[in-house]
């Protein structure tokens, strides 16, 4: 049987990789705007 704690503990491990990739993304984009903008 698997443990509810485990399974929460997989779900965060999986938000939290999907914010950090939205928060590189983000930042990739905020740079080529001022790169674009000077």
């Not at 993304?25 to 905020?30: A, E, K, T, Y």
């Amino acid at each position: 049987m698997v443990l509810p704690n485990q399974n929460e503990n997989k779900v965060r491990g999986n938000c939290s990789v999907v914010c950090i990739k939205i928060t590189l993304s983000v930042i990739s984009s905020f740079i080529f705007l001022v790169c674009f903008l000077l």
